[in-house]
């Protein structure tokens, strides 16, 4: 098939693009670098050997899209550009819907426009708001607490209102949760700007000397060890989801949410220990108080995807933590 992938020079579009010309398919990336670097396109091309043509421009210019999707004779989108920062969503909520939310429906028009009925969204774990039962399935209430959570919520149901509309829609909402590690090549992995939100790269950076040590947000849930507890996924793992992903939406119209996560939680403090071991660094941290919105334990349950996809992900921990560390001391990862 003929894929575009949006936010494709992005960290995990940069790894499902490299999946689907491992396995045969063509692609073209639109990108318009807000949170990426054009060499990316490069380092696809390097890895697959295999073209990865980059257009830089935004998802919201329709008739880019259209251009785009008629020169590439695409026959169906991947739709990972987004904004996706929780804090900053809450500042600068306009352009978080205007990136997510419009910049959705552009796609949507230019694909209506051209014929191209297929997509595999990029969603996120944070469409369940605050936990009711573990694991997460995906009859799970869902919820928002923040403009980014309800970006997502927003474009999940328009995708399903769009669905209702003609037989023809094929859309694959994959509700992520919490993607780590880098490619093994170490030429791909998660470059965050400024100082990390998320708890892997800022536990690497710790390892790495960058920052003095890690704050973990919180000892006294009710976990294990009283740190929180996620569902971190391999990036490789969620890549080749979203191959599956493709090929099932291809054979299957209608709109279908689906997660993809290990369906194990691990604590901070299990992090801890794992990328210390991985890395032979020390890793120093301190407690502080809990992080305003954050739960105590989010893990999916996996079986829709494994009986759906015939998906399931393969990588250990151990894996994720090091690729992370060879990404994080490798060249490539410097800016
Ligand atoms: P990322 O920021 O690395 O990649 C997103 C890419 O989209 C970037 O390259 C950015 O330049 C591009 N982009 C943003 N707005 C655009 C626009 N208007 N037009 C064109 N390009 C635009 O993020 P990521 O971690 O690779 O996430 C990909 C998708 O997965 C996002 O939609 C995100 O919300 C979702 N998601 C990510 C996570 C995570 O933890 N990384 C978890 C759940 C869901
Ligand atoms: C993040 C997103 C959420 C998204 C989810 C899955 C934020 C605020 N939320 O949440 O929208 O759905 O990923 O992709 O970005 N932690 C520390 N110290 C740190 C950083 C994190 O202790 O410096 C802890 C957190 O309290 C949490 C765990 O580590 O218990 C994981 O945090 P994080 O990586 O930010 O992911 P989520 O909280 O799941």
């Given at each position: 098939m003929n894929v575009l992938l949006t936010g494709g020079t992005g960290y995990i579009g940069s790894h499902a693009a490299v999946c689907l010309l491992q396995a045969g398919h063509n692609i073209a990336i639109i990108d318009n670098l807000s949170n990426s670097q054009e060499l990316v396109a490069g380092r696809i091309e390097n890895i697959t050997q295999k073209k990865a043509p980059l257009i830089v421009g935004d998802i919201c210019d329709t008739n880019l899209l259209i251009q785009t999707i008629q020169e590439h004779r695409i026959d169906a989108i991947m739709h990972f550009a987004g904004l996706k920062a929780v804090g900053e969503s809450n500042a600068i909520p306009i352009s978080y819907y205007i990136n997510n939310v419009q910049g959705t429906l552009s796609i949507l028009n230019a694909m209506d426009q051209t014929g191209v009925s297929t997509m595999v969204f990029s969603s996120s774990a944070t469409v369940y708001g605050e936990p009711q039962y573990l694991p997460i399935d995906e009859h799970h209430p869902t919820s928002a607490t923040n403009p980014y959570g309800r970006s997502k919520l927003h474009i999940e149901e328009i995708l399903s209102d769009v669905a209702k509309s003609d037989k023809k829609w094929s859309f694959i909402c994959l509700r992520y949760f919490n993607p780590v590690g880098a490619h093994h090549s170490m030429q791909l992995g998660e470059q965050p700007n400024g100082v990390p939100n998320n708890l892997m790269p800022y536990i690497a950076q710790v390892a790495h000397g960058i920052r003095a040590q890690l704050s973990?947000?919180?000892?006294?849930?009710?976990?294990t060890d009283g740190t929180g507890v996620r569902d971190y996924i391999h990036v490789m793992d969620l890549a080749e989801g979203h191959l599956c992903a493709l090929d099932y939406a291809h054979q299957h119209p209608g709109w279908h949410a689906i997660n993809l996560g290990t369906g194990t939680g691990h604590s901070v403090l299990e992090m801890v220990t794992a990328f210390a071991s991985a890395s032979g660094m020390e890793i120093p941290y301190q407690f502080e108080p809990r992080r305003s919105g954050d739960v105590a334990s989010c893990y999916a349950k996996t079986d829709k995807a494994n009986k759906l996809l015939q998906w399931s992900a393969k990588r250990s921990l151990e894996s994720m933590c090091t690729s992370t560390w060879a990404w994080q001391t490798g060249e490539f990862s410097q800016k």
């Open positions: 973990i947000f919180g000892n006294d849930y009710l976990t």
